[in-house]
């Protein structure tokens, strides 16, 4: 199945780039040049049916064409505007504990297609913005266990809040306060006791700045 979702969007560039190249076939290593993808990741994306979205995105913009037509082939009146109605925002695949630590985790990106009316409805600046799962209970009741938040990469250098963070023992979301270089790291769950952390030794990845919880 992903394998025909991944050829028929291929195909669909093939279609677009055939108006710009002409008197000759469109060939996968077109595709690659006109996404400015390397031609040798193209094909192990290809091998892999891994869709290129953020570069098709780009792609799609330059060429002022409809993000619904192109992924959803709806008709809108004119292909020209409604591709500014959508954003990208990076969203990381790792698991970020909210709870015991685990081993260290290799951060993943990928990208999410949202409308902007959802974004200007959440309040985020997109091109700041990741989104990430949280697992465990040491936050509860105020990040869930399995709740995807937002993080704000561009936050204040006064730390008061909760944060999205790397140490040695892995990835995780807590409450951190900044005293003399020394981070103290607050679990909401009372159940959990606070924690300690040299400032060389944690590394903050963003400030959440919203949740979005299942029903």
Known sequence: MRKLIFNKII????????????????????????????RVSFRKQKSRNTVPYYEIMQFLAKRKISINWFFFGQLPESLVDTTSNYVLLKYNNSKFKAGTAEDNIELKYSYIILDNLFVNYLNID??????????GDSMEPTIKDDTMVSIDKNFDDEINGIYAFETSQGLFVKRLELHDGIYKVISDNEKYEAQYSLGGDLTIIGKVSGQLGRV
């Open 11 to 38: 195909d669909k560039l093939k279609d677009i780039l055939s108006k710009e190249i002409i008197n000759r076939n469109v060939l996968d290593q077109d595709v690659a040049d006109a996404l400015n993808v390397d």
């Open 126 to 135: 997109h091109k700041t913005t990741e989104l990430i799962i949280v697992t």
